[in-house]
């Protein structure tokens, strides 16, 4: 187990729906990112949150959107679903200053019909 | 749980012999480079990591061996168990906090 954990598990959304993500960070680590994996696919990087502001972002429109708390918790809004948006995402938490060392949370199973 | 593997390569290997599992990378400026272990309805598990001013890293049963002239990383797994069976990513990182992750390759243990 590495401390990372999402909810919920998995979720069923209507095109054009809005959904939200949550991710609880391992403790001490103040660094999230947050990836969306297509079936057969390695994971690709939409965006990292470090204290609580973004600090990168990936090739990823602007309907996807996040936050993160005070806590280092962090959520990932996706708003106007497309079919497309059905995938795996995945929340990485990370130590100050060794960003790449991420330990990654099981996954939140998003389908869109 | 479903698989994450579907249209992967697939490396099926003997128990108790060494897997050896490939990767290319893009970026001839990353300097970092990770190898994680994914299991069915499970997020990625890193397993092994090396640093761009490093050749060879050794761990428990895992060997990463990296050759940026050619931009290319393996990862040797010993005497492979069961529970080995997996699908495995490598993933480099270039100084913008961000993994770039390869495509994955699935590894099949025949016990």
């Known amino acids: 187990e590495t401390g990372v954990t999402q909810s919920p598990t998995h979720l069923i959304k209507t095109r054009g729906q809005q959904v939200t993500l949550r991710c609880s960070s391992q403790s001490g680590h103040n660094t999230v990112s947050w990836y969306q994996q297509a079936l057969g696919q390695g994971p690709q990087f939409i965006f990292q949150y470090y204290r609580e502001e973004e600090n990168g972002r990936g090739n990823f429109p602007p309907r996807f959107s996040g936050l993160q708390f005070p806590n280092y918790s962090s959520e990932l809004n ?3 679903l497309e079919l497309d948006d059905s995938a795996l995402y995945l929340c990485a938490s990370s130590r100050p200053r060794e960003e790449a060392e991420a330990f990654f949370g099981q996954g939140t199973r998003l389908t869109v019909v | ?3 994450v593997g579907l249209h992967l390569p697939t490396l099926s290997v003997q128990e108790g012999d060494n897997s050896i599992i490939n990767c290319a990378y893009s970026n001839s400026a990353s300097d970092y480079f990770i190898w994680y272990k994914q299991e069915s309805g499970k997020g ?3 397993i092994i990591d090396i640093r761009s001013n490093m050749d060879k890293r ?3 049963r895992v060997t990463v061996l990296l050759n940026k002239t050619v931009k290319h990383l393996s990862l040797q797994i010993a005497a492979t ?5 997996a699908v495995y ?7 913008n906090n ?5 495509k994955g390759n699935q590894v099949v243990v025949i016990p």
């Open chain 2, 81 to 85: 168990q069961p529970g080995d069976s």
């Open chain 2, 1 to 3: 749980g479903e698989s």
């Open chain 2, 89 to 95: 990513f490598c993933a480099e990182t270039y100084g």
């Open chain 2, 58 to 60: 050794q761990g428990q």
């Open chain 1, 78 to 80: 996706v708003n106007a």
């Open chain 2, 44 to 46: 990625p598990q890193f």
């Open chain 2, 98 to 102: 961000r993994l770039a992750f390869g």
